[in-house]
């Protein structure tokens, strides 16, 4: 029997973690699965001089914080890799490789990204052999060497200001012409002041060459189209990231052209009825500690009001045998106010034979959007759970008394 | 865990008849410390039938390179002195690949 949880969220990064933490604090029973170390990629970024109130710290250290404020608040906490995920139905199910299995009434995805690769020659050969993606992790063998860091973005420019630290010249490859860098401004300074750092403008790695070991790489003007070679002992590589989701494929879950999942800006609501992302493997537009934590937030609040909202359709429209009469109203809408009293007044004439059930859309929109109910005020006549009638009142509904006693009085199909 | 250096090395691997599997890491590596502990259940697991050895590579970092370990983590499999198999890098080098590498050899 698999142990049931109200919220399963994938991924111990800064996301999955801050959604641990709204979730614990929502005094929703949560699960974290997470099947390597906690932190994600910012427990391997070294430099971290971005996360407000942190001043400069590293991402070891700050991912440590995030851990133990998790561990704090009571967060079942497993380490396991998911295999398997059935998202489609209210109980979601998620099962680990070594055969676990657990049942969430909501899930949060947070599966994270991991660098891409270059995909030229010598760099899977080469790989622990001089080629790296994680400079906290491989800078020290690198002491007193020269390495060649490949990308220009916030990761490139803040891991070879890190490499300097250990090694005696780091040399950056830029494919953009001289002086355009896609890291941020205050990083790029540090870059320029910096006497280790030598800069290779309008260039990409051609190949990686070595005996066993890296020895040099193979550089190409973009400009010119000439080849060169540079003997170096180290190639970092910061090009981007790809989205961890290739596991994800076959669930029904909708995923953009390149993997990331699309899920709505607001709420962090997937295609799929109760599962949310957060984090980095979600479409965005910005991916720092900062937005991961501010996706788990959001993910997590929306996934608790969900679970309410829920609950209070299954207690009062969906379970009960009697018919249920559900009024669509809103505070916002002063007409759905009388349609809501005049609702009332008959439920309680026809003495138990019909309940009522108050749907308000101003806080459930998503609840009205699932029984295609667009406009306010609407009401929808609902047998065992299934919805049999509805109508909508925009323009009044003077018959709504009859309406509601056809229906009753009727033999239901 | 047996700890090892560039004293030692010689002697507990290179010269060491069957099985050894030797945990390259660094306090300063978060993979290889998420891992550490992993190994050493699988390092009582499988004792009787494989050596287990680990390398601080901050203390031994020429030994490191001498045997063409430039990354961490890294896992390296002897047979007889012999080279027989290598996980390097953390996407590759996980407690799941340890532990297959380890039952395709015993």
């Known amino acids: 029997m698999a142990e049931r949880f109200d919220l399963i969220i994938v991924g111990g990064g800064p996301a999955g973690m801050t959604a641990a933490i709204y979730g614990a604090r929502a005094k929703l029973k949560t699960l974290l699965i997470e099947k390597g170390r906690h932190g994600g990629q910012a427990a391997s970024t070294e430099e971290v001089e971005n996360w407000p109130g942190a001043g400069r710290t590293t991402g070891p250290a700050l991912m440590k914080q995030f851990r133990e404020h998790v561990e704090h608040l009571g967060v079942t906490t497993i380490r396991e890799e998911v295999s398997e995920v059935d998202l489609s139905a209210p109980a979601k199910v998620i099962r680990t490789k070594k055969g676990a299995e657990f049942e969430g009434r909501a899930v949060i995805l947070c599966p994270g990204a991991e660098p891409r690769t270059l995909g030229v020659k010598g760099e899977g050969r080469f790989r622990g052999k001089g080629v790296s993606y994680c400079a906290t992790c491989d800078a020290d063998f690198y002491t007193e060497l020269d390495v060649v860091v490949v990308g220009n973005g916030d990761a490139a420019v803040e891991e070879a200001l890190y490499l300097t630290k250990f090694a005696e010249s780091v040399t950056m490859i830029v494919i953009h012409p001289m002086g355009t860098m896609d890291a941020n401004r205050a990083s790029q300074e540090r870059v320029y002041a910096n006497p280790k750092i030598r800069i290779v403008w309008q260039s990409v790695v051609e190949e990686i060459r070595g005996d066993g070991i890296v020895e040099s790489v193979i550089l190409k003007n973009l400009a010119t189209g000439q080849l060169s070679e540079l003997p170096t002992n180290g190639v970092f590589i910061f090009v981007g990231t790809v989205p961890k989701t290739e596991w994800l494929t076959e669930t029904g879950l909708d995923l953009d052209r390149r993997g990331y999942i699309i899920a709505d800006p607001e709420t962090m609501a997937t295609n799929l009825d109760g599962v949310f992302a957060a984090g980095d493997a979600r479409r965005k537009w910005l991916r720092q500690i900062v937005t991961a934590a501010s996706d788990g937030a959001i993910a997590a609040c929306a996934a608790e009001k969900y679970l309410t909202e829920e609950e209070h359709l299954q207690q009062e429209v969906l379970e009960p045998k009697e018919p249920v009469l559900a009024v669509f109203w809103s505070p916002a809408v002063p007409a759905s106010l009388d349609l809501l009293q005049r609702a009332e007044r008959l439920v309680a004439s026809l003495g138990g034979r019909v309940k009522l059930a108050r749907i308000d859309c101003y806080k459930s929109a998503r609840v009205a959007a699932r029984f295609s109910v667009t406009e306010v005020p609407a009401v929808v006549l609902f047998e065992v759970g299934m919805p049999v009638d509805s109508r909508a009142c925009t323009e009044g509904f003077d018959h709504l008394e009859e309406w509601v006693v056809s229906h009753i009085a009727a033999p239901t199909a | ?106």
């Open chain 2, 1 to 106: 865990m047996l700890e090892v250096n560039k004293e030692t090395f010689e002697a507990e691997v290179l010269q060491t008849r069957g099985l050894v599997a030797v945990d390259w890491w660094s306090p300063k590596c978060d993979p290889c410390c998420e891992l550490l502990p992993e190994v050493e259940k699988m390092a009582t697991t499988y004792g009787d039938r494989i050596k287990f050895v680990k390398v601080n590579v901050l203390e031994n970092r020429r030994l490191a390179i001498g045997q063409k370990v430039l990354g961490l983590p890294t896992f390296l499999f002897f047979k007889d002195g012999e080279k027989v198999a290598e996980l390097s890098g953390a996407e590759v080098c996980t407690a799941e690949a340890v532990e297959a590498e380890l039952k395709r050899l015993v």
